[in-house]
């Protein structure tokens, strides 16, 4: 039998009843609170949400730790102790007015427990309750030994006041060397379990109008014929509610049987992927073309949305959505924004030429001066044609099926500015170096090859943050991180023709 709080939670977060009264047992303060507990499930559960729910309902003091936030092992312990200092500090004027001081430097786990036992002792005792201290996400804990997990385990051991949690993803075959060590699990939501959650916030057919519009074919008899006027005015009001939730169920009951079942994760991608074909499918009804309840033909009418998979593929641009727009004869268009500015497009082309093309070849290419040797290559006439139409006598691989060169930062930026159709404004170096350390974020171009950048570890090593800047302020080599079909898109949207500067 659930209190009304927790009747809250359970109509707040649906189809989680039986993990809502697990949780609710084991933390009750009239039954015994096991020393550890292990949360697991895959992303998008609710394991987190509901767990922080169940423990304010509950009114039980817990510090919730981020382990996604900390970056060494170091981190997290000193972040898990001021946490708990910080619960304990808000609730000192009620319970507990004196709160022994601790040194904070938790270097391993032995002296994380140390302190925290002095900043604990007598808790029990005094407030009759134990504090929870949640770990989010453990399992993915950067730069973790192998024993952390099994001593943050036992820590219910050597404090009695204390209550560890391990929120977790997939719990491994005694990973916590361990046993008797109670488990509650997430499972992912099914079909009708993400249908239900879903119809509780429908997305509305038009949402700048109260009720849904009606069909021209309506429309047109109701003006011509005044008896259906009269009638009109003194029947009730279409019930708008009605056709949104009927609508949007069956919207994402076919999303889900066409793209969700084998592409969707999780709740949150599904949802993602219904808010983008949502206002597509149901631009028909909004124009008065069709009938809110005429699904079959709205299913037929969008009939490409739910046979391609556009909407599944994220884009470098800006918002990383899909514009998707109605075309001639009803059929639904998939129109992507721009995959990259002007100026970083151009730097990721001059990368991939710096990677591509052999510094040789340098002043053939990129000089005013040689470009209608460039046009006499492309015809035919250029190295490697052979003698008098002849063959060569060794055939040579195409430099863009080899992996890409390392390349300095001064000649990519040498190359970047060859083939900008307009120069660059005065003052604007530092931008250019700004954007060149935006695309290594992205991991668009890596740091990778000889010289003080070669430390990054080829194509994935040292990018991003403080190894980006690194790398641009030294002597390092990069890499560019995409390929020929990236490159030859993003070249195509700039008006770029990177073929003339390539040698085969």
Known sequence: MLTPNLKAINDQYPCRYPQIQQLATL???????????????LEATCKTILTRAILDAIGVPYALIKCKECITTRHLLEHALRECRSMLDAAATRDDPSIPEVDGRCEN????????????????????????????????QREATPTLLPALARLGEIIPSLSTVLIVTFPRARFLHAVGIPHISFPAYTRSEILTILSRQPRLIDPSHS??????????SEQGDGSSENESTSAEPPKSGDDDIWLWTHFCAAI???????TARDLISFRIICDKLWPVFVQPVREGILGAQEFSKLLIRNRSLLQGEATLVETLGSSGSLVLSMAAGGKAVAR???????????????????SYTAPRHDTLLFTRANETKKRKRRRG?????????????????????LGPSPFVLERMLAIFHAILPRPMPTGGAADVLTQVATLASLRLIVRGGGGDGGAGGGA??????????????GGGKWRVAVGWEVVKGVARGVGCDIEDYMID
């Open 256 to 262: 889900w049987d066409a793209l969700g079942k084998a």
């Open 336 to 354: 992507r924004p721009a995959t990259l500015p002007y100026h970083p497009s151009y730097i990721l082309i001059a990368s991939y030429l710096a």
């Open 211 to 220: 009720s849904p519009p009606k069909r021209k074919s309506q429309a047109a």
């Open 27 to 41: 933390f009750n303060p009239q039954f015994p609170t096991p020393s550890t507990l292990v949360i697991h499930g």
């Open 109 to 140: 786990i032995g002296a994380f427990a140390a302190q925290l036992q002095t900043l604990l002792g007598g808790l029990e005792m005094r407030s009759k309750r134990r504090l929870v201290l949640v770990f989010d996400g453990v399992d993915k």
């Open 460 to 473: 994935g090593g040292g990018v991003g943050g403080i190894g980006a800047t690194e790398g641009l302020m």
């Open 381 to 401: 006439g250029g190295a490697g044609a052979g003698v008098a139409g002849r063959p060569p006598k060794h055939r040579r691989i195409q430099r863009r099926l």
